[in-house]
């Protein structure tokens, strides 16, 4: 079951617009309907059911500066978790576009990598653009799973 460039770019636009439904449930619904719909991307999108995830968010610092758990992924997305005090909620920020730029991607058989940028709108018209990079894995019943999520921003010299 190898993993084909096609599947790099659904994986790309599914995440981006996973981020704008979990933005947009919490407008509408608070924080319970913005946690339900990001738990939902946790388990359909990354990979920790099959293991600890890299994920690197953009805005984590410290002894916090990884999420290995999904508990960890789940507040930096939508923050209000007081386990995680400084996660503001990178999910909830207004998202409204996403848009990414692929610099290279390397894929052998079921597992790939991808990096490049991802510009993202917020509902004001503001655009935030971070230096990003993914790692797959096709899962036993062939569903890519990010099991390696990096994302910083650029360097400003």
């Known amino acids: 079951m190898s993993i084909t460039e096609t599947d790099l770019v659904q994986a790309r636009v599914a995440w981006g ?8 449930a919490y407008e509408e619904g608070g924080i319970d309907e913005a946690r339900a719909v990001a738990i939902n991307v946790l388990d359909s999108a990354y990979g920790y059911n099959l293991g600890p995830v890299l994920f690197k968010p953009t805005l984590a610092s410290g002894d916090q500066t990884f ?22 909620g990178f999910g909830i920020k207004g998202w409204r576009h996403c848009e990414s730029v692929t610099s290279a991607s390397f894929i052998e058989g079921d597992v790939a990598m991808w990096m490049g940028w991802i ?5 004001d018209g503001n655009v935030t653009t971070v230096d990003k990079s993914w790692g797959y894995k096709k899962d036993e019943n062939g569903t890519l799973r990010i099991i390696h999520h990096h994302s910083s921003l650029p360097y400003q010299p």
């Open 119 to 123: 510009s993202l709108t917020d509902k």
């Open 67 to 88: 999420r290995p758990t999904k508990e960890g992924a789940l507040s930096y997305f939508v923050g209000h978790d007081d386990n995680f005090p400084l996660d503001g």
């Open 17 to 24: 617009d996973a981020l704008i439904a979990v933005s947009k």
